[in-house]
């Protein structure tokens, strides 16, 4: 899973082919939708988000019970996939119980996820003609390379989630007796039950744990001088600073913006100079929280520590300039009132 996985805080766009050979019927997508709903209540800090064009979607969604097969590109190897063709295929319905497991599994994947029979730490001894023989008739007709590939092929050790085999993973197959040779309880089948495991719980939160809501005040410090607080104003002023040039850039009155995004009770609320309107930032993706809150304590103490470190300052002091049309005789370099 570490090779493959996402970002952190990633917003994945998913997307369902509506016409051709993979489009997706209405109760089908239903069904898939529920399962990115299962997968993001686990409290993972991924976002899944529908939208229409397939060319916006990192993951796209076909159906084809003609092609009869059900699977999908691993964890960020979706990116590789041709922008026409699907990045997550099914091939049977998702509305039964066996369907509704098949259509977790399937996003398994997109998080990254491998096949738990594939663990190095599984300790499988497959009967392997058997497995060949199994898979290459129907429903599957799978070519002996595919059969290999998802199930034979045992994975690397960094490819796994953890060091003990979890049979009732979601990423664990279904097989009939006869497959199995060790260990000896699996040699009449192996039926996983199809849902989320503890384990697969804990092990997608530990790779995507959720992301902390910020805090809409800073938490007051318990300062050992006054001349902490000092430090504590210059922050509290400085991060207001960003906001308050980007709106007067854009023309607008930047004290009165500024005031307005602190009076507000939604945490990611904000001024989009762009457009206009007040909004959601990280919502309508203006905005990368964490990047744009480092960056701005970063410089406002970069600056602060260089002055206190030099203790000199050379800066420019506005003058006061006479209102056009007073100029005239009297002034440095008399008459020239108005042009500067
Ligand atoms: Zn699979």
Redesign the pocket.
């Known amino acids: 899973m570490t090779q493959s996985k996402w970002n952190n805080g990633t917003v994945l766009h998913y997307c369902f082919f509506t016409n051709g050979k993979y489009s997706v019927p209405k109760v089908q997508a239903d069904a898939v939708r529920d399962a990115f709903a299962k997968w993001k209540a686990v409290g993972i800090g991924l976002s899944f988000q529908e939208v229409q064009k397939l060319a916006e979607a990192e993951v796209r969604i076909g159906y084809s019970t003609k092609e009869g097969a059900?699977?999908?590109a691993v964890g960020r190897d979706v990116l590789t996939v041709p922008l026409s063709e699907p990045t997550t295929q099914y091939g049977w319905d998702l509305t039964s119980p066996y369907g509704r497991g098949t259509a977790l599994?399937?996003l398994?994947?997109v998080l990254g996820m491998?096949?738990e029979h594939q663990s190095p730490f599984a300790g499988i001894t497959w009967n392997d003609v058997a497995v060949y023989r199994d898979l290459g008739g129907p429903p599957n007709n799978w070519p002996r390379s595919v059969t290999y590939q998802?199930i034979l092929q045992k994975l690397s050790a960094q490819q796994v989630q953890g060091s003990t085999w979890d049979p009732d993973s979601i990423?664990e197959?279904e097989f009939g007796p006869g497959l199995i040779e060790k260990p000896d309880q699996y040699q009449n089948g192996l039926t996983p039950p199809g849902t989320l495991s503890a384990s697969d719980k804990s092990w997608v939160v530990k790779w995507y744990p959720a992301m902390a809501k910020k805090l809409s005040t800073l938490q007051p410090l318990k300062l050992a001088s006054a001349d902490q607080q000092v430090g504590v104003n210059i922050i509290k002023r400085a991060i207001e600073e960003p906001l308050r040039w980007i709106t007067q850039n854009a023309g607008k009155e930047g004290s009165i913006i500024v005031q307005q995004v602190k009076d507000a009770k939604e945490v990611e609320f904000g001024y989009n100079a762009a457009t206009e309107t007040f909004e959601n930032l990280v919502a309508a993706g203006v905005i990368d929280p964490t990047k744009v809150v480092r960056t701005a304590l970063q410089n406002a103490s970069s600056i602060a520590s260089l002055l206190l470190t030099t203790e000199a300052l050379v800066c420019d002091i506005p003058e006061e300039k006479p209102a056009a049309g007073a100029g005239g005789p009297g002034g440095p370099g008399g008459g020239m009132g108005g042009m500067y």
């Open positions: 059900s699977q999908s599994h399937e398994g994947h491998e096949h998802n990423m197959y």
